[in-house]
């Protein structure tokens, strides 16, 4: 048994035999031997801790870094290093973000008092630099990063809201950014709260265009589902308040009306009246639908119909393969989603499902941090519900959707 490979390194402490003699009492024990008690300190050098290296902690330069020719650099306090990690992270910011009296007052609580944080700071020109290009057409770039952030300089709830979006915006990409949920959220209920005061008092093309931007900004945060807000993309459940406030931008659309000939939001206004599709269609699914949901695209009217509003805005998209052109028509396509058909969509309807799947299916195509999570998790989830209703000929109407989603769809074979 003393000879034998055991499961620990350290063998078993032998047992004393009976009827022994001569032995020491001390001599099992003598093999045992304590630890030297030590300490681990955490006082060394910045260099030698990225480095992962004993630092001797001599001062002002440690040995390891003099051999080496390295800075050495000692922060006696957590604090300290969090400090000097902000100052390196924000030393680049462009001081030519802010010129003389256009500070931004958003940042202060009082217009007099024009100061700004750093860190505030940061996450401006993490807009402009970062977030901001997603929003904007290639034919039409600078609305956002150039004429709105102008316009946020004198409105504190634009920029309140190019803030918060910005703060999503890093929470999206590969790093842990749990810090800015915060400010997310902070910076969203002010950008709320100025909004609601504003939209009272529309007199003009500045606050024409600072509610619209702001509205803008704001469906973008509603839109966009985050890990931590959310339940599994596997889900089924699926709620559809998101999709109500996308509603919201159409009635102040109609009401800031007089305004767009001189608005900064003109050119888009008018690219999305002449845009038309020349391309020819590559399949049938308008026609397959419009029979599935009981449409007659010749006589049918949103009154007869209450799914032929969002397939007029669907149609012409569908029948083409889902490409970044066709953004635009996507999303005025969800625009003619009515208040009557979101309801069908919470009572499980089967025929507004899977038209919506099919635009949730366009929208997975064009992937942008601000909407990939939320499409792909709302089609998984028409997807779960639809699989098990849907049969023959109709399941295969599921199958684009399935596949721009990954969900893995199991269709039945047909008989004869």
């Not at 001081?95 to 202060?108: I, M, R, Y």
């Not at 970062?130 to 300089?153: C, Q, R, T, W």
């Not at 050119?267 to 026609?287: C, G, H, W, Y």
Request: aromatic content about 8%; charged content about 20%.
């Amino acid at each position: 048994m003393n000879n034998a490979v055991h499961t620990f390194r350290v063998r078993p402490r032998a047992q004393p035999r009976e009827h022994t003699s001569g032995t020491s009492d001390g001599s099992a024990a003598a093999s045992f031997h304590h630890r030297r008690p030590h300490t681990k300190s955490r006082l060394g050098c910045e260099t030698c801790k990225q480095r992962r290296k004993k630092c001797d902690e001599q001062r002002p330069t440690c040995s390891l870094c003099a051999k080496k020719n390295l800075p050495c650099t000692y922060y006696d306090t957590a604090l300290q290093r969090k400090r000097n990690a902000l100052n390196l992270h924000t030393s680049s910011l462009l001081p030519s973000l802010w010129p003389g009296p256009h500070a931004p007052a958003v940042l202060t609580t009082h217009p007099s008092d024009a100061t700004h944080t750093k860190y505030d700071l940061y996450l401006i020109q993490h807009f402009v630099e970062s977030a901001a290009p997603h929003f904007e057409a290639p034919d039409h770039g600078g609305i956002y990063s150039v004429n709105a952030l102008d316009l946020a300089k004198e409105c504190p709830f634009v920029m309140h809201a190019m803030i918060a979006v910005a703060a999503c915006h890093l929470q999206h990409l590969p790093i842990d950014a749990r810090q800015y949920r915060v400010p997310e959220a902070f910076h969203c209920q002010l950008a709320s709260r100025g909004l609601r005061n504003a939209v009272a008092s529309i007199n003009g093309v500045k606050e024409a265009d600072s509610v619209l931007t702001t509205a803008m900004l704001l469906n973008c945060l509603t839109f966009c589902a985050a890990d931590w807000r959310e339940a599994d993309v596997n889900g089924s459940e699926q709620g559809w308040e998101w999709l109500r406030i996308q509603i919201g931008i159409t009635d102040l659309l109609i009401r800031t009306r007089p305004f767009h000939p001189e608005s900064i939001w003109l050119p888009m206004f008018m690219a999305s009246k002449t845009f038309r599709i020349v391309e020819p269609p590559q399949n049938d699914l308008d026609a397959r639908l419009a029979a599935f949901c009981g449409i007659d695209v010749e006589s049918d009217t949103a009154e007869g119909n209450k799914y032929f509003d969002f397939f007029q805005g669907l149609a012409p998209i569908v029948t083409r393969p889902a490409d970044v052109k066709y953004f635009n028509a996507y999303i005025n396509a969800v625009g003619g989603i009515s208040y009557e058909f979101i309801g069908l969509l919470e009572a499980r309807d089967t025929r507004a499902l899977l038209l919506f799947a099919h635009w949730a299916a366009l929208m997975c195509a064009v992937r942008s941090w601000w909407n990939e999570r939320r499409t792909s998790r709302a089609c998984w989830a028409v997807c779960s519900i639809l699989q098990g209703r849907l049969k023959g000929r109709d399941l295969e109407l599921l199958e684009q959707p399935a596949k721009a989603c990954g969900f893995l769809l199991q269709l039945r074979e047909r008989k004869g």
